[in-house]
């Protein structure tokens, strides 16, 4: 098959490249510059240089293509319209499902490629009725919570040649054929924007101001930097004037981007919901009415078991739940992901 490789600089993609090259097939590399904040630090002329001695250490042909303008537009501008909304969204989630699996594979399938590869820990299982986006083996590594949202046609184009293998493996595989990135530390902040949090992110492109913090009565207990900065369950990065007699903190069960106040109490179990409403669902495989099935609010949460309402569009979960309006909630039968939705529903208040 011919398969163009996303090289992003980093280890994982670069060994993605070297089994489909092992495995005989017609392999190219392409690097993508992204968008990058004028604030930060920028990475992008290291990832890039990083891909090309790659490509030339495999010998294969490299390319590289500029989804700036697209980037900005899509995953951005969905982030900060979510943010300003008092909602939580997944920067990961939208790259993968605009960029990467979106602008990127159109792009590769206009050279001529079949298949767009890249570093992800997941499998995809290629079938007669379509194709299966399946957990990695690597439970520690699996990523298909961030995958959750291609569509049926971009999966038929992929290929996850990291999905059958553990992390340690692929650094060994990476030393063994002298790869010139086989000790580059793995990426961390958000999706190609770099180091930085997403306070530090969002200071730079919504308007934020002090407010109060609130009790569940309403009465003004403290402050804070700005609604749309916090998330439910957090407990830190605002003040409390009275402070519990055993020193225990508040967590933030409720945030209201148009009062400009965050609600908080003194135990988490106040922003706990029973039944999780979804909206935006999009079905890589859909589940039968009213089936049992696993659930993740968060990419490092252990799976949950509940019920979805197609009717409805609603996931009852066994075990009440702790999330924000706007983040992703991924659904699962077994190992085999069945697609996603947006958590919706008032705790963030901004209507």
Known sequence: MHVF????GGVDSAVAAHLLIKARHQVEGIFVRIWQPEFTHCTMEADRLSAKRVAAHLGIPFHELDLSDAYRATVIQDLLDGYQKGETPNPDILCNQHIKFGALLNHVRELG???????????????ENGSSLQRGIDSTKDQTYFLARMS??????????????????????????????AHRPDSQGLCFVGPV???????QYI??????????????IGAHHGAALYTIGQRHG????????????????????????????????AAERPILPLRNVSWLETPLENEE???QVRYRQSPQKGTIDLAKNTLTPHERQI???????????????????????????HE
């Open 5 to 8: 490789v996303g090289l992003s």
């Open 113 to 127: 490629g079949e298949y767009l590869a890249t570093g992800h820990y997941a499998r995809v299982h290629h079938h």
């Open 152 to 181: 049926q046609n971009m999966l038929q184009h992929a290929q996850f040649p990291l999905g059958a293998m553990k992390k340690k493996e692929v650094r060994a595989i990476a030393q063994n054929i002298n790869l010139p990135n």
């Open 197 to 203: 949090t997403m306070e530090e992110f969002l200071k």
């Open 207 to 220: 308007t934020v101001a002090p407010g109060n913090v609130v009790d569940q009565e309403g009465n003004t």
């Open 238 to 269: 605002f003040v409390v004037q009275a402070t519990q007699p055993d020193g225990a903190p508040q967590y933030i069960i409720a945030t209201d981007v148009i009062k400009n106040t965050v609600t908080v109490a003194p135990t988490i179990t």
């Open 293 to 295: 099935i696993t659930f």
């Open 323 to 349: 999330a924000a309006t706007g983040q992703t909630v991924v659904m699962y039968r077994d190992e085999v992901c069945l697609g996603a939705g947006t958590l919706d529903g008032a705790q963030s208040t």
